[in-house]
């Protein structure tokens, strides 16, 4: 990359933030082009859940998304300090309810592999003392982690914005970024993984809609839960986040009647939440490669351009590991991304 060249990044989600932030940091001129407003696509939800994958069967995507979760703490430190905001980051972990005795065999060598891959303060156990916000458990005993963490979504995308600005980048929403400029980092969602399936000729990837509630409920120290297919997450503001649904078939990206029954499902694991009030409705479309992986890629035939997509689920997680890579490659003009990022 030419000294004092600008670089694009197209997309205001975390993907693109995240990207600007870790090039202005180094001191690379950077323009976010959001075309809507920040968070308008799948990263303006509530959950917020940085949870990892499981520690058996281990293989370099877990690997990579652990050294993601491993730099969180610094990476957001350093955007609160940056944009005087908070983000809502606290490695708070997660309890799991262990509804049959049947599954403690499983569940032990689960704990055993996390003693083997993950640090000794993020280490798997078994418990019959939770504390915090306590879900209902059958057996009486809980499998807690000290590796997952939670952020507020929108607390964390308007302190990046903010970090980028006072770095001197510039994030400007209502603005679609240029299809002909190089350096650009394509960050865009599920409207991009459409754009790419046409564009390569091929599935790259497709949006899923997922639903979430925000309630009011406070719980701010609380481990978050995850049970029932669903993750319950204490913010640090007061507010509990309630998600979400995978949804490959529907009419609409609107908030609908499913997430009623997702608050009764809430209700249910977590009884304390039954007079919680409701605050917000949220739905969107979450942006899935077909490899199930986040896309980190050069752009095919097009020199210059680069391609941060498919967060999917683990978008806020991987985001810290993401921009460092992608930051990396712009700077030096080269695309020597890790097998796990490809392009389907």
């Not at 998304?65 to 606290?90: K, M, R, V």
């Not at 807690?144 to 980028?164: F, S, V």
């Not at 007061?238 to 809430?266: C, K, M, Y």
């Amino acid at each position: 990359m030419a000294s004092g060249a600008l670089v694009r990044i197209a997309g205001g989600g975390i993907f693109g933030l995240a990207c600007a932030w870790r090039l202005a940091r180094r001191g690379v001129a950077v323009r976010v082009h959001e075309a809507r407003t920040i968070g308008a696509g799948s990263s303006g939800g509530h959950v917020g859940a940085l949870a990892p994958h499981v520690p058996e069967n281990w293989n370099p995507k877990k690997a990579l998304q652990l050294t993601s979760l491993l730099g969180a703490a610094d990476f957001w430190a350093e955007i609160e300090d940056a944009s005087g905001l908070p983000s809502g980051y606290g490695r708070t972990g997660r309890i799991q309810p262990v509804a049959d005795r049947a599954q403690l065999p499983r569940l032990q060598h689960r704990i055993e592999a996390s003693r083997e891959r993950w640090p000794r303060d993020a280490w798997m156990s078994l418990t019959d003392a939770p504390g915090g916000l306590v879900p209902d458990s059958p057996t009486g005993l809980w499998l807690h982690d000290g590796l997952t963490a939670r952020l507020n979504p929108r607390a964390a995308l308007e302190a990046l914005a903010g970090a980028i600005r006072a770095k001197g980048g510039e994030v400007i929403e209502g603005d679609p970024a240029p299809q002909d400029h190089a350096p650009t980092i394509w960050a865009t969602g599920t409207e991009g993984l459409l754009h790419l399936n046409d564009a390569l000729g091929r599935r790259i990837g497709q949006g899923v809609k997922g639903q979430s509630l925000l309630l009011r409920h406070p719980a701010p120290g609380a481990a978050q839960v995850f049970a029932d297919g669903l993750h319950v997450v204490p913010h640090d503001d007061g507010t509990i986040a309630v998600g979400s649904t995978s949804e490959n078939s529907f009419d609409h990206d609107r908030p609908d009647d499913q997430l009623d029954d997702i608050l009764a499902r809430a209700v249910a694991i977590c009884p304390a939440l039954r007079d919680a009030p409701v605050i917000d409705r949220w739905a969107g479309l979450r942006p899935r490669a077909r490899s199930r992986a986040p896309i980190l890629a050069a752009w095919p035939d097009r020199p210059g351009h680069w391609i941060a997509n498919g967060g999917f689920k683990i978008g806020f997680g991987m985001a810290p590991i993401i921009a460092d890579l992608a930051a990396d490659a712009v700077i030096a003009g080269r695309a020597d991304f890790p097998d796990t990022t490809a392009l389907p």
